[in-house]
């Protein structure tokens, strides 16, 4: 008689990894009194973001995508997951180079990891003598400014030509196994 040695074919393993970002605007006059704060807000990773920004330079092709600078659009409307631009984008008007990155990794993979980008706006460099509109907000590579990696909008708000833009967008990275 064969002797049975537990369950041969043992349930595959689910893995899972999860992607989520963060976007928060404050229009600051200058004495630094926060005249419009968004909130921190939930994005949308476009599909073309995913692949050029993350599986190409996951992969190492020459295709991939690094994230170089923000943009400021007029339009509060969703973000399309196949976008290539925001919508009512201002262009190079309203285009940051990021002033910082900072990475936070934590011991657990499920807790994850988060990349901020940090971006200030000043307002009198970009902004004649007309007040603008802003209401969404996307990352995009320094080089390749038609191709937005994710974006999101806020309630709307006007722009003076006195004021700056604080920006925070947070990328965070978290998987697990079961």
């Given at each position: 008689?064969?002797?049975?040695?537990?369950?041969?074919?043992?349930?595959?393993?689910?893995v899972?990894?999860?992607?989520?970002?963060?976007?928060?605007?404050?229009?600051?006059?200058?004495?630094?009194?926060?005249k419009?704060?968004?909130?921190?807000?939930?994005?949308?990773?476009?599909?073309?973001?995913?692949?050029?920004?993350?599986?190409?330079?996951?992969?190492?092709?020459?295709?991939?995508?690094?994230?170089?600078?923000?943009?400021?659009?007029?339009?509060?409307?969703?973000?399309?997951s196949?976008?290539?631009?925001?919508?009512?984008?201002?262009?190079?008007?309203?285009?940051?180079?990021?002033?910082?990155?900072?990475?936070?990794?934590?011991?657990a993979?499920?807790?994850?990891?988060?990349?901020?980008?940090?971006?200030?706006?000043?307002?009198?460099?970009?902004?004649?003598?007309?007040?603008?509109?802003?209401?969404?907000?996307?990352?995009?590579?320094?080089?390749?400014?038609?191709?937005?990696?994710?974006?999101?909008?806020?309630?709307?708000?006007?722009?003076?030509?006195?004021?700056?833009?604080?920006?925070?967008?947070?990328?965070?990275?978290?998987?697990?196994?079961?």
């Amino acid at each position: 008689m064969k002797q049975k040695i537990g369950n041969c074919r043992q349930k595959t393993p689910s893995v899972g990894m999860k992607i989520d970002g963060f976007y928060r605007v404050n229009i600051v006059d200058p004495d630094g009194t926060i005249k419009g704060d968004s909130g921190f807000k939930h994005n949308l990773i476009t599909s073309g973001g995913l692949t050029a920004y993350l599986s190409y330079l996951f992969a190492g092709s020459a295709g991939s995508s690094r994230i170089g600078g923000m943009h400021l659009g007029s339009l509060q409307s969703a973000l399309a997951s196949n976008a290539s631009s925001l919508p009512g984008e201002y262009g190079k008007s309203l285009w940051a180079s990021l002033s910082s990155t900072q990475i936070t990794t934590r011991a657990a993979s499920t807790n994850g990891d988060t990349v901020r980008f940090l971006a200030t706006f000043i307002s009198n460099s970009i902004i004649s003598t007309t007040n603008q509109t802003i209401a969404c907000i996307g990352l995009y590579a320094a080089t390749n400014q038609s191709s937005v990696f994710c974006g999101g909008s806020f309630a709307s708000s006007t722009l003076g030509n006195s004021q700056a833009i604080n920006c925070t967008y947070d990328i965070v990275f978290t998987a697990s196994t079961s």
